[in-house]
């Protein structure tokens, strides 16, 4: 039977060349090509407000520690300054925490709304302290006395405005906490009207 040669270059080739043939012959692209306005991006477009507030956070964000130590003291600053002109105002939304809260507003109406003996103790004081100076026997014996008289009114006062207050706070916030309130109020009475922080939004007399 005749053979035929077998072609040694079939045996012998190169599998690489074989393997990077698909690649060579597959179709090149343009990738410059643009792409068609109608397609798909893949992604939802952003709202305005949305790129607006994305844009607005990234300028905002301190680049240097510097930067954002500043930043922050401008805050504390702004933050004061807002509290400062709730303090005046009364507005409920920059108050301190201690002054915060309906429980806490009425407390302090409760006060401000009625003469308290105590918020008159540092003039008293100051009238005690120079009759105890004087070197006359009657007037210090006066001094001792006026000293006597004016504690036991702070203290009936203090006693009368707590029990009141307690009474009312029961009837009106029976379901909110009101722990702390009274001597609250009771700290508020020793200040002098005028001197008052939160300012008083009653006058005297007024209901709360």
Known sequence: MPRYPVPLGFVFRSRAKEEKAPADKAPVTDSKQTRDPQAPKGRPTPKRSEAQSQRRSVASTPTTRKEGAKRQRDERRAAMERQRQALASGDERYLPARDKGPVRRFARDFVDSRFCVAEFFLPMAVIILVLSMVRVGALQSIALLLWLFVIVLIIGDSVFIAFRL??????????????????????????????RLPKPQVKRGERP
């Not at 029961?170 to 005028?194: H, I, P, W």
């Open 166 to 195: 307690r009474k009312q706070l029961a009837a009106r916030f029976a379901n909110e906490r009101t722990k702390g309130a009274v001597a609250y109020a009771l700290m508020r009475s020793l200040q002098m009207r005028r001197l």
